[in-house]
């Protein structure tokens, strides 16, 4: 409640300013206003509460290596549906690996692959079925 109202404070107060013909000098006015108001927010807040948290874990779930990367891409992407793919990689050369209905879908795969950030090179064992 206390940052709910820390918050309503300064919005009336940045309206205030706004409405009432704001010059330049009340600029420092505005900002040491500001600073007051988020100081406020911070104490209001408990301890324990971690604002970077949800960024952290979101960081966390971000694939580091490339065959993750291309794995998450792949499996993402609606184009690939019921297509499973073997993904592998040594360094940045990741190899495919699996079962694709058409060569388009094998392109597709590929390009996705190689437009990863961190591959380099994609080896493609991709296979298509002979119709």
């Known amino acids: 409640m206390r940052q709910f109202a820390a918050v309503m404070i300064l ?7 706004v409405g009432s013909q704001f010059k330049a000098s009340d600029g420092d ?3 040491a206003v500001s600073h007051l108001a ?3 927010i911070r104490n209001a807040m408990p301890p324990a509460v971690n604002v970077a948290a949800p960024v ?15 794995r998450a891409r792949l499996a993402a992407d609606k184009r690939f ?3 499973e793919f073997k993904v592998a990689a040594e360094g940045a050369i990741v190899t495919l690996r699996g079962v694709v209905p058409d060569a388009r879908v094998k392109r597709l795969a590929v390009g996705v692959a190689e437009n990863t950030i961190g591959v380099e090179k994609v080896v493609d064992e991709l296979a298509v079925p002979a119709e």
């Open 11 to 17: 919005a009336a107060l940045f309206f205030l300013l």
């Open 29 to 31: 006015r505005l900002r």
């Open 38 to 40: 988020v100081q406020k």
């Open 56 to 70: 952290d874990a979101l960081r966390k779930e971000w694939p580091t290596r490339p065959d993750d990367a291309v």
């Open 81 to 83: 549906v019921g297509v």
